[in-house]
């Protein structure tokens, strides 16, 4: 027989939770912070103890596929309260969720109120049936649970005020943006050159401009939008994997030999403090360096050539028969790092100086300013309707990108 929890000291941790986010600026309205002191986010994981089920910066992983990969999930907290904020849900609005377990959509109706709707879908039956549980279990009976692909949206119920999706997107379908009203917010974990954030989009005619954007991790979506990234291994080092998110160069063969050049370094000048927030520069360059991807390495195959990075992400950029990829050599007395770089081909030293300067213009003009804005335009969207500093092609969407200067 399975013990039934301590309801009181549930809601002990669920307070101190709330208190934690409002404390570090995750929590900021008064909405937000009363829908997630009132839903009982415990009854959703039984499986789990209070103390997972309520630890504020941490998921509740509730599937897996065979080979161990995580399939569904309870967000943790924070990541359910940051989108919140971004979705800026109000009394009588019309919201849809993709991707569900249960909790964010219970937050969904708190903030929607009696006068408005909430639609909750997933791909995967077994997720939507513990949401259905939960929400009959706890008296969210109003919101809808929609088993089916969300590529499409659910028009059934459109227009939206907002669209949540609580699942990792590498590219934004048109539905979703077809079923928002204008001006509705699409709040989304968008993956650009395999960097994820959490941005909040508002609709803009046929298009969407981001307003605010958070790093974040999410289980991908799967079904028509599911995007898996491609990985080759570096000619001449077995034990060397890169990974391409956007795909990989026209033509590999060119770094066949890469490895047999001389390795050229630099250093940039630019340093930071132990811990400052590095998300715009590594947003930075995955814009502005040429055909970028992240690198792994299996230290007992590779041939030690390349690294240490000394970096939590390993940025690589190719061009050509050129490669390199991001360094930092350590301050420990004064608890800084400085940024350089590894090249080699037959520019090697040249392409090198060309990555160093990217990071310098970063360090120089945008390293303490805002995120970057981000528009999503349909394809097939002409060029000269597009403002930006970059543009990315994906499948359904253009996206560009520009940098405000700090």
């Not at 939770?17 to 900021?28: A, C, N, P, R, S």
């Not at 919140?84 to 993709?98: F, K």
């Not at 539905?175 to 050159?193: F, H, M, S, T, Y």
């Not at 770089?341 to 805002?370: M, Q």
């Amino acid at each position: 027989m399975t013990e039934l929890p301590d309801e009181n000291q549930a809601a002990e941790l669920r307070n101190k939770v709330v208190d934690q986010l409002k404390e570090d600026g995750t929590i900021v309205s008064p909405g937000v912070e009363a829908a997630m002191r009132k839903v009982p986010r415990h009854l959703a994981v039984p499986e789990a103890s209070l103390g997972d089920a309520y630890s504020t910066y941490n998921a509740v992983v509730t599937q897996e596929d065979e080979h161990g990969n995580h399939t569904s999930s309870v967000s943790a907290p924070q990541v359910q309260a940051m989108q919140l904020e971004q979705a800026d849900v109000s009394p009588g609005d019309n919201v849809l969720e993709i991707g569900t377990n249960g909790p964010n959509a219970a937050y969904l109706a708190e903030l929607a109120g009696s006068t408005g709707q909430v639609t909750t879908v997933d791909i995967d039956p077994a997720p939507a049936a513990r949401s259905e549980r939960f929400l009959a279990d706890t008296g969210y009976t109003g919101v809808n649970v929609v088993v089916a692909d969300a590529e499409d949206g659910y028009a059934k119920h459109a227009p939206y005020d907002a669209i949540v999706v609580t699942a990792g997107a590498w590219d934004i379908p048109p539905a979703w943006i077809e079923q928002l009203k204008d001006d509705g917010r699409l709040v989304v974990p968008l993956r650009i050159n395999g960097l994820s954030r959490s941005y909040r989009f508002v609709r803009q005619d046929d298009h969407l401009v981001s307003t605010s954007a958070h790093v974040c991790g999410f289980v991908p979506v799967q079904g028509a939008g599911s995007h898996a990234q491609q990985a080759m291994q570096l000619p001449g080092d077995r034990g060397v994997t890169l990974h391409f998110d956007e795909g990989p160069p026209a033509d590999p063969s060119l770094l066949n030999g890469v490895l047999d050049t001389e390795r050229a370094e630099t250093w940039t000048g630019v340093t930071v403090a132990s811990q400052e927030p590095i998300g715009t520069l590594q947003m930075y360059l995955a814009a502005h360096v040429p055909t970028y991807c992240s690198m792994s390495i299996d230290r007992e195959l590779a041939t030690g050539r390349i690294g240490p990075t000394g970096l939590g992400f390993s940025m690589v950029a190719i061009d050509g028969a050129n490669f390199g990829y991001i360094v930092v050599r350590r301050d420990t007395e004064k608890k800084t790092a400085e940024f350089g770089f590894h090249a080699f081909g037959p520019d090697g030293e040249a392409f090198a100086e060309r990555l160093a300067d990217i990071v310098r213009d970063w360090g120089r003009d945008y390293r303490r300013g805002p995120s970057p804005l981000i528009a999503v335009y349909p394809a097939g969207t002409p060029d000269d309707r597009i403002t930006g500093d970059r543009i990315i092609d994906k499948e359904h969407s253009r996206i560009s990108i520009s940098w405000p200067v700090a």
